[in-house]
């Protein structure tokens, strides 16, 4: 299964890491859904919108969505992500497609809200992708997505005792190979990189967040670890909106 003008092995590596990924993301204490909710829900229309779920992965979100009253469809490149989902939200509609390609014809518009968590940073290229948004989203419609934080997710430890997130080489375009999950490619590429992919598909930036790292538990703040409530002032992840400009 190839990946569109990437590398050939990113799709089969994420169904090698279907179980991995379905057993650690989506839960109640997953920090990520955790720091994405607030912000995805002040863009989330009232009643019942339709919703694309760009990168569903085992589909939690598209069946928390659904659940709400929304008409969800799921895309993910990973043909066991998507049985995944479709065993455990039966009444969800979900397809298997290369996001790099764009969206399937059969999936169409008009959409009132586009979302995708924690999935534009794991694609090699966006352009196809946001122009087939862009064209299906209803003229109040929205993208809202998230992503690791470009400058500050990487960690690195330090021989002078201080805590920090180290940044280096933040303006490359780089390939990472991430181990998470048992391994899945990373294209790290600047802020800027992100606007101006935005930007040629005719959508324009209205929102953005950084919201504070947090632990991976729900305890009161008084007991996080000094460490923990230091590393709480640095974002290590970014949700933005975006409309048709």
Same mark, same amino acid.
């Given at each position: ?14 169904? /090698? +890491? ?41 589909? $939690?979100?598209?069946?928390?969505? +659904? ?5 969800? !469809? ?10 995944? +989902? ?19 014809? *059969?999936?169409?518009?008009?959409? *009132? ?8 940073? *794991? ?20 993208? !809202? %997505? ?25 303006? %490359? ?15 790290? /590429?600047?802020?800027? $990189? ?24 729900? %305890? ?9 409530? $230091?590393? +709480? ?13």
């Amino acid at each position: 299964m190839t990946s569109g003008d990437g590398p050939p092995d990113d799709l089969a590596a994420w169904d /090698r +890491a279907a179980g991995a990924y379905a057993t650690a993301i989506g839960g109640p204490d997953d920090s990520f859904r955790r720091r994405f909710e607030p912000f995805l829900e002040r863009w989330l229309p009232a009643g019942s919108p339709r919703v694309l779920d760009l990168g569903c992965g085992h589909g $939690w979100l598209a069946g928390l969505l +659904a659940a709400r009253g929304a008409h969800v !469809v799921g895309v993910d490149g990973s043909g066991e992500l998507v049985a995944r +989902a479709r065993a455990a939200h039966p009444g969800v509609r979900f397809e298997v497609a290369d996001l790099v390609d764009g969206l399937p014809d *059969d999936v169409t518009g008009p959409v *009132d809200l586009a979302v995708s968590h924690m999935v534009l940073m *794991d694609l090699p290229a966006l352009d196809r992708l946001l122009a087939d948004v862009a064209a299906r989203l209803t003229p109040d419609g929205a993208l !809202v %997505a998230s992503l690791l934080h470009p400058a500050f997710f990487r960690q690195q430890p330090a021989d002078d005792g201080e805590r920090h997130r180290r940044v280096t080489g933040y303006l %490359a375009h780089e390939e990472w190979w991430i181990e998470t999950f048992g391994g899945h490619r990373h294209y790290h /590429r600047p802020l800027a $990189w992100y606007v101006q992919r935005l930007r040629d598909a005719g959508l324009v930036l209205v929102d953005l967040d950084e919201p504070p790292s947090l632990p991976p538990h729900r %305890a009161p703040e008084a007991q996080w670890t000094d460490e923990e409530r $230091w590393f +709480a002032s640095i974002p290590t992840m970014l949700s933005f909106a975006a409309r048709r400009a």
